[in-house]
C-alpha cells in the first residue's frame, strides 16, 4: 500500500464491545477508514447477531456485513483473566466502543474511569438507549423505543392510520454514525492535548436531532406535525405518486422543476393558476394538487415518466425494492458493492461505504469474523502473558 492510499484511520487501534447495532456500526465505520478495530465477544455467544439469520453455512448473514474489516476476540469480561486481558489491550488502544446498559461495563470495572487509569489517551464511545445519565439511564432501550419517544413513529406513516416506525433501524443507525463522527472528533482533539476524553451518545437523542423540519415548525408557531404518508412537511409536490404500473416519487418544490413538471404532464392551467404559485401555497392545497397530478401520473408508466421528468430536469425516481437495489446499475457501475473473503465460506457480498475519499479510499478487507477466530494472534500481539492468553483461550475449547 503506498502512502497516498494509507487510510485515513490506519494506526488506531479501536476495541468494540458492541452488540447488535450501535456500537458496531460505528466500529464498522472507523474500519471502513483502516482503524484496527478488535471486537471483543463473549466467548460462549458471541454478540447475539450471530444468532441473527438468515445463515450461511452457519455463519449469521447479517454479522458477516455488519462486522467486516474487524477481528474477533473471545473473552469473558466477567472473569479476571478476561479482564486482565482486555485492560493488556486497553494500553495499546486509541479508543474504545461499546453498547452495553449503562453501569455495565462500571461494574467490571471496564467504564471510562476504569479505562483512563490504564490509558490516559483513550477516547471511550458509549451508546445506548437514553443516555448514560437522567432519569431514563437505566431503561434498557431499542430502537423502537427511540423511534417512539423522540417523534420518529408520530410522523411515519399515513394520517389516521396505525403507528409505524422506519423501516431500517433508524435510530441504531444514526447513533452509531454519531458515535463515529464523536470518535473521530475527540481523537483530533487528543492530537492537541494528549488526553483522551469519554463519549456519550443516545438513540434517543440521535431520533430527536433529525427533526429538522419539525422543530421549525413547533419553535416557530407551536404546530405540532403527524403523519403525511410520502408527502414532505412544507413543500408541494413533493411525495410519491402512483402511475399506470406503480408509482414515482417527485420533488417539483422550486419555480423552474415546478414549470417543468406541469410543462411535462400537460399542466399548463396550473402553472398559470396563482393559487399553485409557490411551494407553501402548493402544500397548502396539497391533496387537491395531488389529485392534479395523478389524474396525469397514472395514465403513463414509471418507466416514461422517468425519462420524460429528467430530461426536463424534474427530480424524480422509482421506489425500488431491496432486490432491485441491490442490482442497480448505477451502483454497479460505481463500484458500489464488492466481494469480502472469509476463512470458512465463499467471498461474501458486502453494500460498500459511501465515504468516497480521493487520497485514501475505505479499506476493503474481509467478511465478519468467526467467533473467536482472532484471540491469540492478537492478545499475543498485545505482550498479553502466556498464562493469561491460555486461560482465555480455554474457555472456548
Not at 465477544?41 to 458471541?46: A, H, N, Q, T
Not at 416519487?249 to 402553472?271: D, Q, V, Y
Amino acid at each position: 500500500m503506498t502512502e497516498q492510499a494509507r487510510p485515513p484511520l490506519a494506526g488506531i487501534r479501536v476495541l468494540e464491545v458492541g452488540v447488535f447495532m450501535a456500537a458496531p456500526f460505528a466500529a464498522m465505520q472507523l474500519a471502513d477508514l483502516g482503524a484496527e478495530v478488535i471486537k471483543v465477544e463473549d466467548p460462549r455467544s458471541g454478540d447475539p447477531v450471530r444468532a441473527s439469520g438468515p445463515f450461511v453455512e452457519g455463519e449469521s448473514s447479517p454479522y458477516l456485513r455488519l462486522n467486516r474489516n474487524k477481528e474477533s476476540v473471545a473473552l469473558d469480561l466477567k472473569s479476571d483473566a478476561g479482564r486482565q486481558a482486555f485492560l493488556a489491550l486497553v494500553a495499546t488502544a486509541d479508543v474504545v466502543v461499546e453498547n452495553l446498559r449503562p453501569g455495565a461495563m462500571a461494574r467490571m470495572g471496564l467504564d471510562a474511569a476504569g479505562v483512563h487509569a490504564v490509558n490516559p489517551r483513550v477516547v471511550y464511545a458509549s451508546g445506548s438507549g437514553w443516555g448514560q445519565d437522567g432519569p431514563l439511564a437505566p431503561l434498557p432501550g431499542l430502537d423502537i423505543m427511540a423511534q417512539a419517544r423522540s417523534g420518529i413513529m408520530s410522523i411515519t406513516g399515513t394520517p389516521g392510520g396505525e403507528p409505524v416506525k422506519v423501516g431500517v433501524p433508524l435510530c441504531d443507525l444514526v447513533c452509531g454514525l454519531y458515535l463515529a463522527l464523536a470518535v473521530t472528533a475527540a481523537l483530533r482533539e487528543r492530537d492537541r492535548t494528549g488526553v483522551g476524553q469519554a463519549v456519550d451518545v443516545s438513540l434517543f437523542e440521535a431520533g430527536v436531532s433529525l427533526a429538522v423540519w419539525e422543530a421549525g415548525k413547533y419553535f416557530a408557531t407551536g404546530d405540532v406535525g403527524g403523519p403525511l404518508g410520502s408527502a414532505h412537511q412544507s413543500q408541494a409536490p413533493y411525495q410519491a405518486f402512483r402511475t399506470a404500473d406503480g408509482w414515482i416519487t417527485i420533488g417539483a418544490n422550486t419555480p423552474n422543476t415546478w414549470a417543468g413538471l406541469c410543462r411535462t404532464l400537460g399542466m399548463e392551467e396550473a402553472l398559470a393558476d396563482e393559487r399553485y404559485a409557490d411551494a407553501t401555497k402548493r402544500h397548502a392545497l396539497r391533496e387537491e394538487l395531488q389529485d392534479l397530478v395523478e389524474a396525469r401520473t397514472t395514465t403513463r408508466t414509471t418507466g416514461d415518466l422517468e425519462a420524460a421528468l429528467g430530461a426536463t430536469g424534474v427530480p424524480c425516481a422509482p421506489i425500488n425494492d431491496y432486490g432491485e437495489v441491490f442490482t442497480d446499475d448505477h451502483l454497479t457501475a460505481r463500484g458500489f458493492y464488492w466481494d469480502a473473503p472469509h476463512p470458512a465460506l465463499p467471498p461474501q457480498r458486502q453494500i460498500g461505504s459511501p465515504m468516497r475519499l480521493s487520497a485514501s479510499p475505505p479499506v476493503r478487507d474481509h467478511a465478519g469474523p468467526p467467533l473467536g477466530a482472532d484471540t491469540r494472534a492478537v492478545l499475543e500481539r498485545a505482550g498479553v502473558p502466556a498464562d493469561v492468553v491460555d486461560a482465555v483461550c480455554a474457555v472456548r475449547s
